[in-house]
């Protein structure tokens, strides 16, 4: 049985750097969730030279939508 790592956020470099595709691991801390437009926000708030609403480094953000269910 696979190793499940456990992982915190905000996330190192070092943890980042760890991570591969298909690892098994428990997350501790936030994970921040969005669609397109909050994420076109985001794009567009750093072009604007803006603050982000948000802490991005480090962080999990994961791409949500509806689904057809």
Known sequence: MEKIKKIKTPLSNEIIEDLKAGDNVTITGYIYTGRDAAHKRLINLLK??????????GQIIYYVGPAPT
């Open 48 to 57: 604007e030279g803006k603050e982000l609403p948000i802490e991005i480094d």
